[in-house]
């Protein structure tokens, strides 16, 4: 990899910050699948002992970060700044848990892909000498997600085929420039990317121009190769936008067929009962944060290149007719 603090769209992260522990919170529907016997608070209730579905989003993603920071050993008081954000209107969630924690926040929007760019900004700090240690956090709730984007629960709407499930689940993780864990090497910087779907329930077809535009800007700038990562992980795709990617990448000479794996493809037990698997913030948080940090942490993975996708529509401009803009941001990691 090149030795340039900057290359293109790619950060070179030279003093190596470090992912020193992991925070997971995650609902049944989740935790019945594989991702969740990595999970470290698996939820009976999705209401989280809360009175709204607002609320208990906001205590997962408290909860998360909060695990995460015992989990280093550290207290609230050793962070320097937590990056967080969510799909709610205002970041609401983030904002509400940050209220508690007394902690520097710098509050974030980058929809599904918030959890790659929150690690990427705080690893940036934390390499670049202004923080010690930094939190980077994000988290979902289907039932919040369903009726500020789509519809009322109660309404009972069919879901279409194409459609995906958003994630009841945060993930946080603790970055710091020295102690134990698993290295962030580089960060690429995904750029606004938009190939006209107006379909809202269509986010994997939306958002997989995006992440391959990143990869391959990630490719371009490192010199590298897919062959260079044990696995190239999207955020959430889905199984339909996960196969448009594969495409998209085959088509500039890049194969990422025997490498790649999408956590909205992974994190539900049965994919067919979900239509295309998982969406939301939550879902590349959770199944990074738990499931694949576990196989950092092991050594079974040595580099894996993480690159979270984001669909940056709202309810205002896809009622005006309005196409998907879509983002998607990458860190590359190493045992």
Same mark, same amino acid.
């Given at each position: 990899m090149?030795?340039?603090q900057?290359?293109?769209h790619?950060?070179?992260?030279?003093?190596?910050?470090?992912?020193?522990?992991?925070?997971?919170?995650?609902?049944?529907?989740e935790c019945f699948?594989i991702?969740g016997?990595f999970v470290?608070?698996?939820?009976?209730?999705?209401?989280?002992?809360?009175d709204?579905f607002?609320?208990?989003?906001?205590?997962?993603l408290s909860?998360a970060?909060d695990?995460?920071i015992?989990?280093a050993g550290?207290s609230r008081?050793q962070i320097d700044v937590l990056?967080s954000?969510?799909?709610?209107?205002q970041?609401?969630?983030a904002s509400f848990a940050a209220?508690?924690f007394d902690i520097p926040?710098l509050g974030?929007?980058?929809a599904?892909?918030?959890?790659?760019?929150?690690?990427?900004?705080?690893a940036?700090m934390?390499?670049?000498?202004?923080?010690r240690?930094?939190?980077?956090?994000?988290?979902?709730h289907?039932?919040?997600?369903e009726r500020?984007y789509?519809?009322?629960?109660e309404?009972?709407?069919?879901r279409?085929?194409?459609? %995906?499930w958003t994630?009841t689940?945060?993930g !946080?993780c =603790?970055?710091?420039?020295?102690?134990e864990?698993?290295?962030?090497v $580089? /960060?690429t910087?995904?750029?606004?990317?938009?190939?006209?779907?107006t379909?809202?329930?269509?986010?994997?077809?939306?958002?997989?121009?995006?992440?391959?535009?990143?990869?391959?800007?990630?490719f371009?700038?490192?010199g590298l190769?897919?062959d260079d990562?044990?696995?190239?992980?999207s955020?959430?795709?889905?199984?339909?936008?996960s196969?448009?990617?594969?495409?998209?990448?085959?088509e500039?000479?890049f194969?990422?067929s025997h490498n790649?794996?999408d956590?909205?493809?992974i994190?539900?037990d049965v994919?067919?009962?979900?239509? %295309?698997?998982g969406?939301?913030?939550?879902? !590349?948080? =959770?199944?990074f944060?738990?499931?694949?940090?576990?196989?950092l942490? $092991? /050594?079974e993975?040595k580099k894996?290149l993480?690159?979270?996708t984001?669909?940056?529509?709202?309810?205002?401009?896809s009622g005006?007719?309005?196409s998907?803009?879509?983002i998607?941001?990458a860190?590359a990691?190493?045992?």
């Amino acid at each position: 990899m090149t030795s340039r603090q900057y290359g293109g769209h790619t950060l070179y992260f030279k003093n190596s910050p470090k992912i020193i522990s992991t925070g997971t919170v995650a609902g049944p529907k989740e935790c019945f699948g594989i991702v969740g016997r990595f999970v470290d608070r698996p939820l009976t209730d999705d209401m989280f002992g809360e009175d709204t579905f607002e609320k208990a989003e906001c205590k997962m993603l408290s909860t998360a970060i909060d695990t995460a920071i015992n989990g280093a050993g550290l207290s609230r008081s050793q962070i320097d700044v937590l990056f967080s954000g969510d799909l709610l209107n205002q970041i609401i969630s983030a904002s509400f848990a940050a209220r508690d924690f007394d902690i520097p926040f710098l509050g974030l929007y980058s929809a599904c892909s918030t959890m790659s760019e929150s690690m990427l900004l705080a690893a940036a700090m934390v390499n670049a000498g202004y923080a010690r240690r930094a939190v980077a956090a994000t988290g979902s709730h289907f039932a919040s997600a369903e009726r500020q984007y789509r519809y009322p629960l109660e309404q009972g709407t069919t879901r279409p085929p194409q459609s %995906q499930w958003t994630v009841t689940g945060a993930g !946080s993780c =603790v970055i710091a420039g020295k102690g134990e864990g698993v290295s962030i090497v $580089s /960060g690429t910087i995904g750029r606004v990317v938009d190939f006209g779907v107006t379909d809202v329930n269509n986010m994997g077809a939306a958002m997989a121009p995006a992440c391959a535009d990143t990869l391959l800007c990630h490719f371009r700038d490192t010199g590298l190769s897919p062959d260079d990562y044990d696995m190239i992980i999207s955020g959430d795709l889905g199984a339909l936008g996960s196969r448009i990617l594969k495409d998209l990448m085959w088509e500039k000479g890049f194969d990422i067929s025997h490498n790649h794996v999408d956590c909205g493809e992974i994190i539900y037990d049965v994919i067919e009962d979900e239509f %295309q698997g998982g969406s939301g913030a939550g879902c !590349s948080a =959770v199944v990074f944060n738990s499931y694949i940090m576990s196989k950092l942490n $092991s /050594g079974e993975f040595k580099k894996v290149l993480f690159a979270a996708t984001g669909a940056l529509l709202s309810t205002v401009s896809s009622g005006q007719g309005e196409s998907i803009p879509c983002i998607s941001h990458a860190v590359a990691l190493k045992k």
